[in-house]
């Protein structure tokens, strides 16, 4: 597994700062783009890792998928009264789709999804932000996992369009809390810092059937993992997720960090990391390191 | 594994009959709903069946999964020069996205990809439509495979969306011969009758990385046979691929006339027949039969 | 004059209370529907009056009207550069023509556009409300025009359609303001009562090339008045504004309170109000009030 | 007048040439940009005219008035079942707002309502386009109009897009007759080559309350015209009809051929000519002879 790794580095060095870190706020224009980390965590939880993996990033939409873990928590299947399971087919930040479909978001993973998952978590939590936080921190299994609040305010000033997006929710009668605290919580989340290997930890549960063999406990249950890697398959990547599907052949969810996660069901879940995205807002470098670890291992789920 | 069909079928029975049967062309609605076949085929080429898997019926928009074979033939990757790989987001027959992208279809499993592709085999072959029965024929090893006239003449009457769609992507320059000389194909391609049993055999071949056991040859790549599959599991379904995935989690491709085949890869393939239809314009009997399936074998891709 | 105006007034009272009060806020849903009022004001300033033409009532849109004087006085015609000039073609309150516009409006009487000219008179002044209402009282002649607070804290209550709107055309930088303020004085504009005798005198200078009889003084060039006209026959009357010059064939701007105000150029303004709309949010007696006059004044700018 | 006219003439010299000939087909694309020509013809009947104005060029979207002037005759009022009378807000040759309304095209001047109108008056005629062609004859007093049957079949063969609108109608069932046929004829009417004087004597009925002073008869009744100009006022100059009226503030047609259409209701009819068109798609040095025109008249009819 240390040789993969080695070779996948090797093999994606030359693309490494190719491509352009996110600059739609300030504060993550600020990274350095000539990373790149890579680890693995596989079902009995051991680690395999390779270059700056344990450097930490902002997980921005990653969170998105441990907010989703929170809904199922608290709502069960219900939560998709309120969010839909199909692909989006438009960008994900797009507000035509949620006008012609009376405020219901097409995915959890495209932005509005995830405002509207939020949402969903305020009305029952106290401080959501940091339940998420201890829940990624039980996950992870580590307990410095920390909100970059420099992030989150350089994302809360330049909200405008979550926020379009949020009270076109609401007009729609699809959101439930007040605007401005559910952008706070959901730019929190987005500027967590993980590393590499917390994340392939505190993923690892969707390789595995729902158990994390870090808390021994399960996350989701098998049915609910199924569901959750499906999405992954058929909406993690934005605009790029049928072109991943066909080229990588994972359940996955990018960021504009720069990071993704993939999952290998019943085998590992990977990160990883490198800051510079290609046209679709996906990791330049990450997405073709994946692409090179489904070669290798000649598997993909298809 | 036979016990298996027999408990679906059980399982199924009280289904079979509920939904519509495609109307939109007077022959497909002459259809009795209340049947309901599957069959299974593994690697090795052996096949389980139960219920009317040997009746034959259209398999509509399943001929989409045999079309692209052949384009793969003829063109190879650059096939995708001309069509998409991502989900559509919109319905199956929409005209809208194509407007807004230059009529680049956005996958060859939506009307307009499908008819993309249709030109592009057209450009090749004399005829296309003789070309795609005797691959099928091979493929299923069933020399009778025929197309019913009737059905094909129907379509043709009704053509006037699938015309629409045909010349705004020639306005774009992305459709090459005569309109009308493709859809013919087109329509007969879609009214070939073939049971599940053959179904089921005839695209074995995406179980077995690309490799026909009836044939004893390779009909695609591995890569590109995974490709296939991914298409599949993020596009097969029209509307209903994100909740598809979500509920069954196998690659699959849908026809009006009630058809379903699926795929576990590395496994078997899989054609269930019900020819009422949920309000997505999938098989409901069927769709539920494959849902069934992958919760007896406890094993989706995801 | 005082004839036709009774002859209309009789004409269209079987019509008076067809059709429904405006219901999206609590405060506009209490309104009597059995109503109706009708002013004329010449060039010379006369008026005539037929109804409940003294009644106050909720002006809503008739505001924009006011509110683009406001902005052609501060900007001229580099407004041009923020809002365009040309019909939507989509109901009042989309979001769908922004996106794919770059978060320019179609024109200001829109909601979306009526939003950036009211950001427009944040940049220049103070308190915008206070100098909307001090222009209408002057052009009015009534110095006791004032806003009912209850509607607008009610509409400001129910923003999050126009908070949509406004949050996306900061997004794309059409927006300088606070969001929450500008709403505040657009809702205050909205909120503004006036009855028909005070809002045919407050336009009248619309049918003479710009020139206030009351004020004795320019409001806007001829030039600016013959584009202020083309812009209400064009875009007034919402989805409507087509059918509307098809059947009345003026410039015309109407709003959810019932009101609704047309010029015949050179001759006279118009101001009907009752306060129950047609499907498409339009006075249902108003319009066809309207349709009545061009008829016996066998006259309309066609 | 005549002055007038010379004026205008040597007011828009330099910007005769500017812009580009339309060139979707090749037969338009060889006329020589350099020409400019203007008549007039006042409710007597009396023609003024200036430059190029006897020299015949292709109507193209003009002869779209006439031909809804056939519907009128054969339909009267009922035409609007199929066509509405709102701006349509979208180019003129947009597939979307059709799928979003069911096939009812917006108005009859964009190119999707011209195809219905087409369609209807192709139930009622045998020779559709030599029935319009008379009556183009009868209103002009020219005997000699003609189709140029090169530019026809130049746009027959270039037809995909109207084919695609065409058939898209037919799938909402808002299309009767066989789409090549209906297109035939439709670019038969197109190709109608007319000059200015021509088609201002043709037009005059539309400021004349709908007698033509040629034939001495109604051509439509007064309503009839006032509905006439009032879509031409908001639908006639594809996406610049907002700015059109705004700019120039009269009802007008244009066509890719470079001509322009106008009226002044109650005292003349214009055409102007120029082949160079804006990226709008009308006439530049037209449009701006327009602009001049109602500037030195001082009038429009706003």
């Known amino acids: 597994m240390q040789d993969l790794l080695n070779d996948i580095l090797e093999e994606v060095k030359p693309l490494v700062g190719q491509g352009n870190v996110a600059s739609y706020i300030p504060e993550l224009a600020k990274v350095n783009p000539n990373q790149f980390g890579i680890a693995i965590c596989d079902t009995q939880g051991n680690v395999t890792k390779a270059g700056d993996a344990t450097t930490g990033f902002s997980i921005q939409s990653i969170s998105k998928v441990f907010n989703l873990v929170l809904a199922y928590i608290y709502y069960g299947n219900s939560l998709w009264e309120r969010v839909g399971c199909e692909p989006s087919g438009l960008p994900f930040n797009s507000l035509v789709q949620l006008e012609y479909e009376n405020g219901i978001p097409r995915n959890p993973f495209i932005n509005a999804g995830a405002l509207v998952v939020s949402d969903m978590v305020h009305s029952r939590l106290i401080s959501p932000h940091v339940a998420l936080r201890d829940l990624i921190r039980k996950l992870s299994g580590n307990p410095y996992v920390l909100s970059d609040v420099d992030v989150a305010e350089s994302e809360f000033e330049y909200r405008a369009r979550n926020a379009a997006m949020s009270y076109l929710m609401k007009a729609f009668g699809n959101f439930h809390n007040d605007v401005e605290e559910v952008l706070h919580t959901y730019f929190m989340n987005c500027a967590l810092r993980m590393s590499c290997v917390d994340l ?103």
Chains 1, 2, 3, 4 share one sequence.
């Open 200 to 302: 392939a930890r505190a993923t690892q549960f969707l390789a595995n059937r729902g158990f994390c063999t870090i808390t021994k406990s399960d996350v989701l249950t098998g049915d609910q993992t199924r569901q959750m890697n499906a999405l992954l398959a058929t909406s993690g990547l934005y605009d790029e997720a049928g072109s991943f599907a066909f080229k990588v052949g994972l359940p996955g969810k990018s960021g504009v960090g720069g990071g993704i996660i993939a999952v290998v069901p019943g085998r590992f879940s990977i990160c990883v990391w490198s800051p510079a995205l290609n046209k679709m807002g996906n990791s330049l470098a990450g997405v073709a390191a994946l692409e090179s670890l489904t070669r290798h291992i000649k598997w993909s789920v298809y």
